[in-house]
């Protein structure tokens, strides 16, 4: 039986970071939140400044948790896939494998490792396919990562876990990502699908929805996650026992539609929609079948509520969470 009370996260200060902290917290177990760039301002937390490429750092720092999740990220920085990706990500499994302390090690992975969007998705995309991830630092850590979990389950029983997640959506991202004022938020970017006409209508920060379509003019389908699923997903990877060396795909039940989600959200933001096309995106499905079957995991958001919360919490007027790394 597990009997996890400790648990280190590292990249605690990203986007799913301080949710996650937060809500360990409020499950009871002590949190070592360790970060090397901001702190993690999560009250309850035992705060640690870790350079996930020092070793003997790492070591000390897992001798004391009965669970590690790995946050910590190289996003689109060529050094750090190095220094985080390969040589953090192999510090803190041999320091698993060496102290024997973690009962669990989990990974955050992401669906950048199948190739989402760029390559083509003809069927739903499963755990069991193969890694083809589209050209990037950042795909290419997940592989790395992804690659060292699952070997030093297999070759030094580190009861290893990886949750494979879509891209995940706090506070007000979607609406960021879907309206083309101000900054923007993930691929396409919508200036670049314009054509002169439309850039000089919407240079002056005149707003609309995107109602992104395929040349042929049918709607472009996307999966995504809200970050309060993904917690909810890492949560359940802690007290799930009998999953070690797996891999869940963690998403929305289903993708999304952005000419239905435009509409949603034009309606609420009193705005227009815009039509632009995109050449080369690619449709896909994440089946989060094994997730749900295995774990329990029920996904709360579908984008019509992801997008309505995004605007409650605009309507608040609260502060969006500082975020260490990569925006994206």
Known sequence: MLKIKSVMVTGASGKLGGPLCEALVAEGYHVIAADLRLPVGVAGVEEACLDVADAQAVEALVAR???????????????????????????????AAHTKKPQRVILASGDAVNGIYFNPQPVPITETMPMVAY????????????????????????????LRMSWIQAEDDILTHLTVAGDQFGVPVWSE?????QRAEFSGGRDAVVALRHPDGTPMRRHIVAVEDCVQSYLLALRTEGIEGETFMIAMNDPFNYVEAAAHAAKQLGLETLDLVDPVGKDFCVDTTKARYVLGYRPKYDILGLIDKAV???????????RSGFKG
């Open 193 to 197: 699908l314009m054509n002169d006409q």
């Open 312 to 322: 409650e919490f605009r309507r608040s007027g609260a502060q969006r969470r500082a």
């Open 65 to 95: 948790s009965d669970a590690v999740i790995h946050l910590a990220s190289c996003k689109e920085s060529r050094e750090a896939v190095i220094d985080v990706s390969a040589r953090g990500t192999f510090n803190l499994l041999e320091a």
């Open 135 to 162: 050209p990037g630092y950042y795909p290419l850590s997940k592989v790395i990562e992804e690659t060292m979990f699952q070997e030093y389950f297999w070759q030094a029983g580190v009861p290893t876990v990886c």
